[in-house]
């Protein structure tokens, strides 16, 4: 009996798939991979000979079947998903059969499309004394939002809100942010194919028109929506400095430097943390 790997193959960008993952997909006797944002990962680092198989036209039944007959003729069977396998991924729907048949199985951690979309924006998720919190969730759609985490609920915290699974329902988004009370002006950005060659798109935009935006980009599907108060940061004024990198705070690899008065640096020494 083989082994199962469920690795995050990242968010579409071939290269953004971990050094781990990558090489388990090069010794890998079978490929189940999760639909075309992660085909081209798939394909590209199998060895000659393996089994690459798209499941999308699978049920949950069906894919853990297909893993457990590949493990019985292979040492390496990958399941290949997209961004990490923690976050929308029905990993314990999939891992319960194989517990159940007594198979060996491990997870290989990848790249969010949360931070793939902030990263392609430019933008941080946190910012001292802004927001230090994100909030990784989507509306409901098909699948039913747990009693205290409506968007409204969570927006009401003011922080950083990374919105999976939910542009066909921007105008939810718009409703549950303005009843908790974000401005129309706040900041919000779209990020479709995060990543992905040629083919990323990002729009910004603010509460009251982002839905507008979207659909004159013909946004419709495989988007991010980010809205959060540390959006466009690097346009403001003045920000708050993150203390790790202030030079009047001391930590285990740097000690402090005291400003003198007249804005010059005297000698260092060690500040109490
Ligand atoms: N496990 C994945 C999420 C799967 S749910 C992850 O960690 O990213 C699918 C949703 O993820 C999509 O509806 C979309 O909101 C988002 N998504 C996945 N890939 C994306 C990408 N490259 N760019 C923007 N959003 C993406």
Redesign the pocket.
Known sequence: MGIIWFV?AG??DPDLITVKGRGLLEQAGAILFAGS?VDQAATRFAPPGCEIRDSKDMTLEEMSAWLLDACARHATVVRL?????G???ALVEMTRPLDAAGVQWKVVP?V???M??AAAAGETLTLPEVTQTVILTRVAGRTPMPAGEELEALAAHRSTLC?????TLLHEVQRALRSAGWSEDAPIVV??????PGAEKIVRGTLADIKRRCQDEKIA?????IASPALGARDWADIARSKLYDPGFSHRFRKATLMQDDGTESATTEIPS
């Open positions: 995050g968010p579409g944002l998903q997209t961004g990490d396998p976050l929308y991924g990848g969010s499309s949360a793939a979309a919105i999976f699974l939910s542009i990020v479709q194919k995060a990543s992905w599907s495989q988007a991010m929506i």
